[in-house]
Each structure stands twice: as structure tokens, then as C-alpha cells.
């Protein structure tokens, strides 16, 4: 099954192409070049940090075999923020339009009620995700950035923090606040704290989110967030039987 991107780019993706474009190309191969795994021209975060992964902006048919060949015959592999099409022996799994906004006129703040989350409240920040599902957060992705969370009588309700980081910019993710506490501004407060750490670095936020999210694009928007992109989430099977030279990752 072959399927383009639904999405129809803003208009910064109308002109040459720009780092935004493929975030997790420009994060893995500048300030998180450290993280990356790397097959051919295909890099990914390792399976414990992030299912992001970077394909060329152009990928050809040798870049989508080495994707095969890193994932494994028949394998799942995320493809996030997609704009491309996939080759037609590949199956889409699951599809969804999301958006990129990007900061257009932030007011942002520290909080004093924010504390800095660190490996040890990992537990902590897994269940939280796990009862508010705000998109993959994984037992090291804390290690991608800056994380903030607010506590009430000792208990983490309410997070967010930094995950892609292409050079001069920094991604807010992870954002989530506990069912029995919303209503409070917390996400609103958590997300301008977090820009504000950004913004003092002199680098830009930006987020994604759905596209059906408008309740949320609204929000972000109010915020000073201006919608910059369409683009697809998808998942894509590898076919299972592999007949490139490259087949098998090797040893």
C-alpha cells in the first residue's frame, strides 16, 4: 500500500526546504548526534529515548531498504511527522494528520511551583503518561532535555518537557496533566516554563500535535504558537520477505 501525506504544507514549507522540515534529520545529526543509530543514511534514537527516526528528505529505494534491513522483516517502524510516501510493498499500520506549530510571539515565564525531573521520577512520569497518553514518553526519553513537572502533596500531576532538538530549536513534548487536576492551567503553565528555559538558550519552541486537536491547536495558538506545517503520523510494516543485498543488519 503506497500513501502520500494528506497534509498540505504552510507556507514556510513552500520555499527551500528548511531544518523544521525533518526535525529528527536535523536533531540527529546536530545536538543529538549523540543518541543516534545510524544504517546507511538511516538514523534513529535508540528504542529506550524515542521512536522518532530520520530518513533522508528524499529518500530512494537503497534508503528504504536499509530501513528494512534496521527494523527486520515485518517490523513496525514509526514514521512521525511524514511527508513523503512509502514504497508500494510497504503497509500502512496506522495513519493520522498532525501539525507543526512553531513560536510566533510566546510570553513566557518560569514557574515557581515547576521542579526539574531527573531519572529518578521516571517511574513517576511512565504512569503519568500512561493515565493522561499525551504521545510516546519512554524510560529514558528524559534524557532528551529539560523536564518539568509540578507535585501536590508529593504526588507528579502535571509535566512537560523537551524532546527533538534541531540546531536553534528545541521541541516542547510530553505535555499532560493529571484527569483529577485539569482545568488548572498547569499544562499552560508547564509549556511557557518550559519555552522560556528554551527561549533563554536564544533558541525557538515548536511542538506537533494532531490535526483533530483543535482544541489544543487553539490553546497553542492563543499562546503564540503559529501553525507552520501539516504532516503525516504514520506506522509502516517492512514486507516480510527482505530481497535487498542489505537484508540483515549486520553483527
Do not use: K
Not at 500513501?3 to 528548511?18: E, N, R
Not at 533563554?200 to 491547536?217: K, Q, S, Y
Request: proline fraction near 10%; charged fraction near 20%.
Amino acid at each position: 500500500m503506497s500513501l502520500a501525506s494528506s497534509g498540505v504544507p504552510g507556507p514556510a514549507a513552500a520555499d527551500a526546504p528548511h531544518l523544521l522540515d525533518n526535525p529528527a534529520l536535523a536533531s540527529l545529526t546536530g545536538p543529538h548526534a549523540h543518541f543516534a543509530e545510524r544504517y546507511g543514511r538511516i538514523l534513529r534514537y535508540p528504542l529506550d529515548v524515542s521512536p522518532w527516526l530520520a530518513l533522508p528528505d528524499e529518500p530512494d529505494a537503497r534508503d528504504w531498504a536499509d530501513l528494512a534491513a534496521l527494523a527486520g522483516p515485518g517490523a513496525e517502524v514509526p514514521l512521525l511527522a511524514f511527508r513523503g510516501s512509502v514504497p508500494a510493498d510497504w503497509e500502512i499500520t496506522f495513519h493520522a494528520a498532525g501539525v507543526q506549530l512553531v513560536d510566533d510571539g510566546l510570553v513566557t515565564a518560569p514557574d515557581e511551583e515547576a521542579v526539574r525531573l531527573g531519572p529518578a521520577d521516571v517511574p513517576e512520569m511512565l504512569d503519568l503518561v500512561a493515565r493522561t497518553e499525551p504521545g510516546p514518553f519512554l524510560p529514558r526519553t528524559v534524557e532528551l532535555g529539560t523536564y518539568l513537572g509540578i507535585r501536590r502533596d508529593g504526588a507528579l500531576i502535571a509535566m512537560a518537557g523537551e524532546r527533538l532538538h534541531p540546531p536553534g530549536h528545541t521541541e516542547i513534548s510530553a505535555v499532560c496533566t493529571d484527569p483529577a487536576f485539569r482545568g488548572q492551567g498547569l499544562a499552560t503553565r508547564l509549556i511557557l516554563a518550559v519555552a522560556h528555559g528554551i527561549r533563554e538558550r536564544g533558541e525557538t519552541p515548536f511542538l506537533h500535535t494532531g490535526a483533530r486537536n483543535t482544541n489544543a491547536i487553539r490553546l497553542y495558538e492563543a499562546l503564540g504558537f503559529r501553525l507552520r506545517l501539516h504532516a503525516a503520523f504514520m506506522g509502516a510494516r517492512v514486507p516480510e520477505r527482505l530481497t535487498d543485498e542489505r537484508a540483515a543488519v549486520p553483527a
